[in-house]
């Protein structure tokens, strides 16, 4: 299957880290990718890593791969309240021919 | 001006009518999509086209159909709307590549009463 999953619900100060998770089934993934969409408006691609990679780092924003576990992670450092939105993990699996979206988790920073 | 255009953004309408979603790109990429977005469900494709004589369905395209009128244009058509089409749309393009890296509309909430 290719399932992702993600929980629903992260709620954060403003000041600390976020992670967000992800989980995802197809170990012959490719691409995995993290989008957010903020209220009112539709995804906007924020990072991706290829699958051979275990980390990749843009400036506040540090994605973690696990293969073996088929976990991908987001850790947004210093979380401010402008990061307050939805954030979308997706995989792209060879043979298929487009991406398959986690359920999305809700990000709240509290100020 | 943004590069992935959707019209209209809200609609209204009632059981078994005939609604028509647009979506319109200037980026010049060859991919374009539509998905919908349902509260705790993420996104869901319902067609994709990888060219203009391309069109693919997705894992939800039952009661939908598409039409790539141009390389710039990729619409939605509900034949015979019901209420539970009611969501959110999303039209996306991507280049052609291995990345994948697609680019969102604003998208279209619809409502079906």
């Known amino acids: 299957g290719e399932d992702v999953e993600q929980s629903l619900f992260l709620s954060v100060r403003e000041g600390d880290s976020s992670v967000i998770n992800c989980t995802y089934t197809?170990?012959?993934?490719?691409?995995l990718y993290w989008y957010k969409q903020e209220p009112g408006a539709g995804l906007q691609l924020l990072t991706y890593i290829f699958s051979n990679m275990d980390m990749k780092q843009d400036q506040r924003l540090t994605v973690l791969l696990n293969k073996k576990d088929k976990h991908l992670s987001l850790r947004i450092a210093d979380t401010q309240t402008g990061d307050s939105a939805i954030y979308f993990c997706?995989?792209?699996?060879?043979?298929?021919?487009?991406?398959?979206f986690g359920s999305g988790t809700r990000l709240q920073v509290q100020p | 001006d943004a590069d992935v255009t959707q019209t209209p953004r809200n609609r209204i309408t009632k059981t078994g009518k005939r609604i028509m979603l647009e979506c319109s790109q200037t980026k010049g990429h060859d991919r374009m999509y539509w998905y919908r977005q349902d509260p705790g469900l993420g996104l869901r494709l319902i067609y994709y086209s990888f060219d203009v004589k391309d069109i693919n369905k997705g894992e939800i395209s039952d009661g939908y159909s598409v039409s790539r009128q141009a390389q710039a244009k990729f619409s939605l058509s509900l034949e015979s709307a019901i209420p539970n089409q009611t969501a959110l749309y999303f039209c996306?393009?991507?280049?052609?590549?291995?990345?994948?890296?697609?680019?969102f509309g604003p998208g279209t909430r619809l409502t079906v009463l």
């Open positions: 996306a393009t991507s280049p052609s590549g291995n990345t994948d890296t697609q680019y």
């Open positions: 997706a995989e792209r699996a060879p043979g298929r021919r487009a991406l398959t």
């Open positions: 197809d170990s012959s993934s490719t691409y």
